[in-house]
């Protein structure tokens, strides 16, 4: 990382990106009854994200988090350092490893970091990292979102 | 039981098949405000007088495509049997409370190997008047029960 580098949380609200800035790592906790709120809003009621017995029977250990989830919480913490979700304009990922979710009080968190990767033609790529418990659970996580031009551009 | 259309899987040949676009998805503040809640995007964007939808909320109306596909008797596809691998999106703008907003599914691709399917969809997101909102790509795999 150069030392020019700009560290995410003294980034005023919403400003140019440039090559190279990071972000996080954010931490998004994750209980049963957030999972369960995301069954109820995304409308995708999948019995392994909420019984244990039918995860079990899917071959999980348990319930684990809509991939679904993960994607949009991993976006929501790059709207937070970008500032203006109307700013996205693309998203993709990879779903590599579920995220366990177990029946505790505390329940589990996933990280997101984010790098700027690119500028051009008026857009940035910001290449996201989202990890459960150290491990990678989404890949190829590239998020695409307008950039205010240099004015030399 | 009728059996005028056999199931003969899924085929190479299906890239390019469309299905009718789902009936108007009418986007609410409420439904915003539980769905940003529920992935814990804190984003004031959300709220207040004239709310947008977080980006992902787009998945929401372009799962309801995905009904037509499994009800496809020539395809023979069983939910159960799937996983969803890969997923991207495409915005053109912001869902906004009250966007009249229909899906219209198309196979964009399909490989086979062994006993697995590789499914390629791309859901259309517009308006009735046919302004084009966003574009969400799955990658889906789907294990044969005859693998």
Redesign the interface.
Known sequence: MSDTAIIADDLPTVVRLAEGQTFGPRV???DRS?IV??A?????FNPIHWSDRHARAAGMDGVIAH???T???A??AA??WIG???R????????IRPVPVPDTDEGTRIEVSGTVIKVADGLATIRLDVSHDGQTVLGRVEVQVTNPKEPHE | MSSAIESTGLRPDHVGRRYPATEPYVVSAAKIAEFATAIADRSPAYHGSDPIAPPTFAMVIAAQAWQGLFDDPELGLRLDHTIHTDQSFEWVRPLRVGDAVTASLTISSVRQRRGTDIIGLAVSLDTPAGEHLATASSTLWHTREDA
């Open positions: 998004i906790p994750v957030l709120r995301y109820g809003a995304s409308t995708d991939g679904m989830w994607m949009g919480a976006l929501g709207i937070s203006d979700p109307a996205v304009r693309s998203q993709r990922a990879r779903f």
